[in-house]
Each structure stands twice: as structure tokens, then as C-alpha cells.
């Protein structure tokens, strides 16, 4: 979570040496990247690990004894293509404790008065697959959503095979699973607040790095995933051209955002995410995806979430969205806010969101 505008956020400290770095960066997981508004950027990556997360010491794993990724599958792999164009729209959640626990889960619905069928987490590069969690989020009716982040090593390394016997176990285990999961590796790379972002690599390295992973993915036979290509919100880098990031479509399933709505920036559907969904549109047509929103506290709130559900409504290509409940950088959380939890609870039975993804599979 990232942007101008974020009050009480803690800078991340950098000084992250040798073997340390993973394991640190790890510890660091949860939450993400927030972009409103030109400013000053601040990592908000200042908590706990989430729920669910085991970490693997060091940039790499190794494959379980006497697994071999080239050997198909004996189960047909689950088929996620139902899923990428539902007739109903996907109402998400990224809050503490899921989707390890559906009991973070169960709480959102009822403050929602919908569940939630996209339950998110941030997993650090070296974090193992947790099946139980994904399988846990299915059997709740829902699709766990990885957002994977690739602190060490860096995507040149990724790309020439520094991970690859980390990536082979984590695609064996999402194989093994054999439930849909959405997966989100390196997001907001259009951004300059993360090491993979345009500070320290380049288009060419992410795209090869993006490539490099899916293959190897295929080669496992983890075809049960449903891969999410999510920029930040042009607005703050507006000079970053986001067709040279894109891996290409046969790599991508779902073009995503990132994007929240402020009090000081954009607090539009036509300011905040039209820009960028009409430059992504010039390459590809694949289903958009809002990853990551909330709406700030202030006079502009009602609004606000009336425009990101209107929005989501009213455009056939637009998926869904997944709200950011956390109180990081900012309090984001619906059930601190009455009138605006009893607001969303109407605009979602409205809009006729949610559904159960099993019964789409």
C-alpha cells in the first residue's frame, strides 16, 4: 500500500545484508502499495507476516523428495476457464488472517452483507504454497489471491533460473491443491517504490522474469491459476509506458489496477482508473480486474464507493474489485465506519455481487 496522502506510514528500512534479505523481506509481507497522487513514498511493509504464510529461509526451495514436475498429473487439472468471465461480479477481500482462517472472511461478509469470493494475501518470494489455505478458501466458495512479492533475488536472476527449484515447489504444491487460485507476481512494477518496480529493473528483466515463472508452471501442470498482470494507477507515473511491461496474452488471464480512492487526488472513475484501463486497452482486451481499492475516510467516501461499484457494475469487461481492509497508512476497514458499511451492504446486494466460485468450476 503506497501513496501521497497516507498519513502515520513508516519508511521501510533498506539495509537488508547478504542471506538476510529474503528472510527479512519476508517477515515483511503483509500489505501493499497505495498510489493517489505524486509525493513521497514510504513502504508500508511495516507488519507481521500474514496469516497463513511459512516462510522458507533463503531465496529458493527445494522440490519435495521424488516429485518430478515433468510427470503429468494423474488428475485432470481444475479448469479455470468459468472463471475468468463470470456473469456475476467478484466482490474480493484482503484483510488479516485469510484465507488461512475463514473466520476473517466470515466477518467481512456479514459487515459486506455478500461474500466474498477473492480472498487475498501478500506472500514474500521464498514463502511456500499454502494448499490449506487455498483449499480452505475454496470450500468457503472463494479463490485464494496470491500477491507475490519478489524481494530478493532480483527479476534479472529470476529470469536466468536463480529460483527455479523454489518456483518448481511452489507450482507442484498449486497443482497438488487442484482448487483455482489467482496469482499476482510483481505488482505495481510501474511503480518506483519496490525493488522490482522502475527504480531497479527493467521492463525487459520483469517480462522475462513473468515468462520464465509461468512456464515453469505449465511445466508442473499448475494450469488451475488464473494469472493477474496488476500496474499501479498510472496517475503518479504517468511517463511509464505499461505496454513494455506486459508478458503478452498468452502469459495473462486478468489486466488489473491498483488503485484508491482519496480526499487529495484522483476520486473518479474517469481520474482514477479510466486512464489506465484505456492504455492497457491499446494491447490487450483480456478481463480487468480492480486488485486492490478502498475509499478514504472523509467527505468524499459516499461518493466514492458509490462511483467504484457503479463502475464495476456498468462495465461488462471489469470483473470485479478487491477491497483493502486493513488499517495501514490509514484506516480502510468498513466496519469502523457505520453509515459507509451499511452503504456498501446496499450497493452490493444491488449490484448483485458475489457468487460461489465452486459451483463455476
Not at 497505495?34 to 516462510?55: E, I, Q, R
Not at 476457464?81 to 466477518?107: F, M, N, W
Not at 459487515?111 to 514463502?127: C, I, M, Q, S, V
Not at 489486466?255 to 484522483?266: L, R
Request: aromatic share 12%; charged share 15%.
Amino acid at each position: 500500500m503506497r501513496g501521497a496522502g497516507r498519513l502515520g506510514r513508516r519508511a521501510r528500512t533498506r539495509a537488508l545484508l547478504g542471506a538476510l534479505l529474503l528472510t527479512a523481506a519476508a517477515a515483511l509481507a503483509t500489505g501493499c502499495s497505495v498510489v493517489h497522487d505524486a509525493g513521497t513514498w514510504n513502504d508500508p511493509h511495516d507488519g507481521p507476516l500474514s496469516a497463513g504464510s511459512k516462510v522458507t529461509a533463503g531465496s529458493t526451495a527445494t522440490a519435495p523428495a521424488g516429485s518430478n514436475a515433468s510427470t503429468a498429473p494423474q488428475v485432470e487439472a481444475y479448469d479455470v476457464t468459468p472463471l475468468l468471465q463470470p456473469s456475476r461480479k467478484i466482490l474480493g477481500v484482503e484483510i488479516s488472517g485469510a484465507p488461512e482462517s475463514l473466520a476473517p472472511a466470515e466477518q467481512f461478509a456479514g459487515w459486506a452483507g455478500t461474500k466474498p469470493n477473492l480472498l487475498g494475501e501478500y506472500l514474500a518470494w521464498g514463502t511456500s504454497f499454502d494448499s490449506a489455505a487455498a483449499k480452505n478458501a475454496y470450500s468457503y466458495g472463494a479463490m485464494d489471491f496470491v500477491v507475490w512479492e519478489p524481494w530478493s533475488p532480483t527479476l534479472t536472476q529470476i529470469a536466468a533460473g536463480a529460483s527455479d527449484a523454489y518456483i518448481t515447489a511452489f507450482a507442484t504444491a498449486v497443482r497438488a491443491a487442484n482448487v483455482p487460485i489467482a496469482l499476482s507476481f510483481g505488482h505495481e512494477f510501474n511503480g518506483n517504490w519496490y525493488p522490482w518496480g522502475t527504480s531497479k529493473t527493467t521492463p525487459a528483466a520483469f517480462v522475462a522474469a513473468w515468462q520464465h515463472i509461468h512456464n515453469l508452471f505449465e511445466a508442473a501442470g499448475a494450469t488451475n491459476v488464473i494469472w493477474v498482470w496488476d500496474p499501479n494507477d498510472i496517475f503518479p507515473v504517468p511517463d511509464v509506458q505499461l505496454k513494455a511491461y506486459y508478458p503478452g496474452d498468452a502469459y495473462v488471464d486478468w489486466a488489473a489496477v491498483t488503485g484508491y480512492w482519496s480526499e487529495d487526488g484522483p476520486n473518479t472513475y474517469a481520474s482514477l482508473y479510466l486512464p489506465t484501463l484505456e492504455e492497457i486497452r491499446t494491447f490487450t482486451q483480456k478481463p480487468f480486474l480492480i486488485a486492490e481499492t478502498a475509499v478514504a475516510p472523509g467527505g468524499n467516501q459516499s461518493a466514492s464507493l458509490t462511483a467504484l461499484f457503479k463502475a464495476v457494475e456498468q462495465h461488462s469487461d471489469i470483473v470485479g474489485f478487491v477491497w483493502y481492509d486493513y488499517d495501514k497508512g490509514g484506516d480502510w476497514r468498513i466496519e469502523n465506519r457505520p453509515t459507509l458499511m451499511a452503504q456498501f451492504k446496499t450497493e452490493a446486494a444491488a449490484g448483485g455481487f458475489g457468487f460461489d466460485v465452486s459451483k463455476l468450476g
